[in-house]
């Protein structure tokens, strides 16, 4: 029954010339929004790589990179790439974590930081760096396991006959403290100094290298693909869970399964570059103003708005106070307080 009204609904809506006028809009919009971005995200890529000392033209770059050997560009492949690199992955990754969790839990207010998913990875990773560095190639699995007991903590303690996005956001604040003092905690043990404890505590990718990347690479490239690949289930979790269980799906197992992606993806990133809050919250709301609320679209273009906004985050950072740096997190905590105190002020019905 439920696939004939759908049948109907959509038959009517092909029929139906302004239907169809919206339709064209909405993919032309996506398509603009798209090419911008990426265009965007190439402009602010050979931005990132001139700031500093050293500075390269373009064709300079590329010859650098792929026909003739160049000094400068050898320095900037080794100091600056891994850095730009790795805000691209992490920024794709928290951005697509974040849309996965609000697609689940069913709240547009949720975000890896916010609800102490990064915080919980973050004091994993802090405690096998600071307490078992020889396991330090497997500190992303260790992070994973941390993100997943966050999720289990404030999930479990969320339900109260069913899930309420206000008691989601309180109970994931008050893990998310909770983490966040034990991996303070520890910093403040191991001396506070600028080491890998610090550098996940804080989110400083100051002193990054290929090594890293190549950490993160075999975890966040899959966790991508695996997104979007649930991009179909995350349209049909937008509706009733009996009418999407109608429709062939089960509900709990695939909320699971997008849930450990979720954690994969926000864990994995926490592990390399530390605890990011508000991105995943900011750049799915951008997402939708774009693209649309299609999971198909929107998942792709928020990997790509994720990249852009963490990689801007962190050039923003370390050129804002020569020769000083300032951390992406604290950019992206300075600029989505106040974007989560809006979105908080205009939707009451989050706090019901």
């Not at 969790?101 to 890896?112: E, G, M, R, S, Y």
């Not at 610090?198 to 190549?214: F, H, L």
């Not at 923003?316 to 000083?324: D, F, K, L, N």
Request: a positive charge; glycine letters at 10%; one cysteine or more.
């Amino acid at each position: 029954m439920t696939e004939t009204v759908l049948e109907n609904t959509s038959g009517k809506a092909a029929k139906d010339p302004s239907g169809q006028a919206k339709a064209k809009s909405r993919t032309a919009k996506a398509a603009v929004s798209f090419v911008v971005m990426t265009v965007l995200l190439a402009a602010l890529f050979f931005g990132a790589v001139n700031i500093g000392s050293l500075k390269v033209s373009f064709l300079e770059l590329a010859k650098g990179l792929f026909t003739a050997y160049n000094e400068k560009v050898a320095t900037i492949y080794d100091l600056r790439f891994p850095r730009i690199v790795l805000s691209l992955l992490a920024g794709a990754a928290i951005a697509v974590s974040g849309v996965l969790f609000q697609a689940v839990l069913k709240n547009p207010l949720a975000d890896p930081g916010i609800i102490g998913i990064s915080s919980g990875a973050g004091f994993a990773a802090v405690m096998i760096t600071a307490f078992a560095p020889a396991f330090f190639f497997f500190v992303p699995l260790f992070a994973f396991l941390g993100g997943v007991i966050a999720f289990a903590l404030v999930y479990s303690l969320s339900w109260k006959g069913g899930l309420s996005p206000l008691r989601i956001i309180l109970v994931g604040v008050a893990v998310n403290a909770m983490f966040t003092g034990l991996s303070g905690a520890l910093n403040a043990m191991n001396g506070g100094n600028m080491s890998g404890v610090a550098a996940i505590v804080n989110g400083n990718i100051t002193m990054k290298t290929w090594d890293d990347v190549r950490i993160l690479v075999p975890y966040v490239v899959p966790g991508l693909v695996l997104a979007v690949l649930f991009a179909k289930t995350c349209n049909l979790l937008a509706l009733e869970d009996k009418t999407a269980r109608s429709l062939g799906i089960q509900v709990n197992r695939m909320r699971i399964l997008i849930s450990l992606t979720a954690v994969l993806l926000a864990g994995i990133s926490t592990a390399v570059v530390g605890a990011i809050s508000f991105l995943g919250l900011i750049v799915p709301h951008i997402g939708r103003l774009l693209v649309g609320r299609n999971h198909k679209v929107l998942l792709p273009f928020s990997a790509l708005l994720g990249a852009f906004t963490f990689l801007l985050a962190d050039t923003i950072g370390r050129s804002i106070a020569v020769p000083y740096e300032v951390p992406a997190s604290i950019i992206m905590s300075v600029a989505g307080g106040p974007f989560f105190i809006i979105l908080l002020r205009r939707s009451g019905k989050y706090g019901r």
